[in-house]
């Protein structure tokens, strides 16, 4: 199955070992990633003033851009990895939908662009989930895994707000579901939806380290392996939190995987892998 | 710095958002479901509490500012109040009065942090 990709920022700068494993493990699924030939950064965040657009304006010329690309793809589905990336294009792509009026406001500005509402915006986690399947990943995966306990760390964006999540946003269990195919164990994370702290890591970087901390406390008891994220910027605090709370954390690191490395380190691609990666896992 | 605004604080949120804040019947689920709550100055229900009594100590709350838009309260509010939306509309008052609550030549060690952070701060904390 072809889908357009939309990569964003981090993905071809600090996070490149995302985009690296998540083209691999997506061809290695039988997924081919066409990434738009042209993009431009979402925004990260988006407005939620009911009273402007403005903020909306680079998603919208992106949704274009896919628009434009339609007849490459096998679908209508533009796939996102960055989770952040994920909700900015899936909330403005769902305003624009059910508010006409605003649709109409953007593509008078950006005229003679137009956009026509046509895109669904989907997280690469979906489509494994609901184009792919489970058990694919099952079949795929060479490495034994079932002495590896490793603990899902969701973060806010994907599971909220309700109109965006890709799944409960109370409850999600699509990470647990994706560790479980490999035969590693899901440990449970009570605290695996909680906000990391996000870009208060740029004005109060205590607040950040306080964060990750109280991330982590549950989970310290079970002996885990690694720590499985979905987000560049959970991913920075994350790591950034470990090192800064090394003396509360009692000298233990616990490394941070992106939800495509491990899948790579299941399925044998350690190629793919980056050396501080495949040695900090071990495995 | 105060920030003098003519429409009432309900009101001018209500204009932003869209939501209307006397939903609100003070229960605390969001102050209890934040997750930076127990580092703030005042908690998100009062600060809530502030737009409902029109007090513009609303807008000079460290609350608002540390407030990343995680959704939690506004997915656990048994009366349906976007809490976060609240939040994003008191920031938006100040923030289009054109004061900023970044400068980013004042963030230390600017070049350990990823691009990802910075964007997403600077269209929050900026106009």
């Known amino acids: ?283 | 710095m105060t920030v003098k605004i003519t429409l009432s604080l309900p009101k001018k949120v209500f204009e932003i958002s869209g939501e209307n804040v006397y939903l609100c019947y003070q229960c605390g689920k969001c102050s209890a479901g934040c997750p930076i709550a127990d580092k703030m100055d005042y908690l998100p229900n009062q600060v809530i509490h502030f737009v409902q009594m029109n007090n513009e100590k609303a807008l000079s709350t460290k609350m608002i500012w540390a407030c990343a838009e995680c959704f939690n309260c506004t997915v656990i509010c048994p009366r349906g109040l976007d809490v976060t939306k609240v939040m994003e509309a008191l920031r938006i008052i100040v923030l289009r009065k054109g004061i900023y609550k970044l400068d980013l030549n004042k963030v230390e060690k600017i070049e350990e942090l990823p691009q990802i952070a910075l964007i997403a701060a600077s269209r929050k904390l900026t106009g």
């Open chain 1, 1 to 283: 199955m072809k889908y357009l990709y939309f990569p964003g920022c981090s993905l071809k700068n600090y996070a490149k070992r995302y985009e690296e494993t998540a083209v691999a493990v997506a061809k290695a699924l039988g997924i081919e990633l066409i990434e738009l030939k042209r993009w431009n950064c979402c925004g990260a965040v988006s407005g939620l003033a009911e009273d402007s657009v403005f903020h909306h304006i680079a998603a919208v010329r992106d949704l274009v851009r896919a628009q434009e690309q339609l007849d490459e793809a096998d679908s209508n589905k533009l796939v996102t990895v960055c989770s952040m990336c994920y909700r900015v294009l899936a909330s403005v792509n769902n305003r624009l939908k059910h508010n006409p009026e605003d649709l109409d406001t953007i593509n008078e500005f950006m005229s003679p662009e137009e956009y026509n509402g046509g895109i669904e915006v989907v997280h690469l986690l979906q489509i494994i989930k609901d184009d792919i399947g489970f058990d694919r990943i099952a079949e795929l995966t060479k490495k034994d895994l079932s002495n590896i306990k490793v603990a899902p760390y969701y973060g806010c964006v994907l599971v909220r707000p309700k109109e965006t999540a890709i799944d409960d946003p109370n409850e999600p269990t699509i990470l647990e579901e994706l560790i479980k195919s490999t035969g590693a164990t899901a440990v449970e994370n009570p605290l695996r939806t909680e906000c990391c702290g996000s870009y208060n890591v740029v004005t109060n970087r205590e607040l950040v380290k306080h964060r990750i901390l109280n991330l982590l406390k549950p989970i310290m008891r079970e002996n885990i392996d690694f720590l499985i994220s979905v987000c560049p910027l959970c991913t920075f605090n994350l790591e950034f939190g470990i090192k800064a709370n090394k003396k509360e954390l009692h000298g233990r690191e616990i490394p941070v995987l992106y939800f495509t490395e491990f899948l790579a380190l299941a399925f044998g691609l350690d190629d793919k892998l980056e050396k501080e990666v495949l040695q900090a896992v071990n495995i």
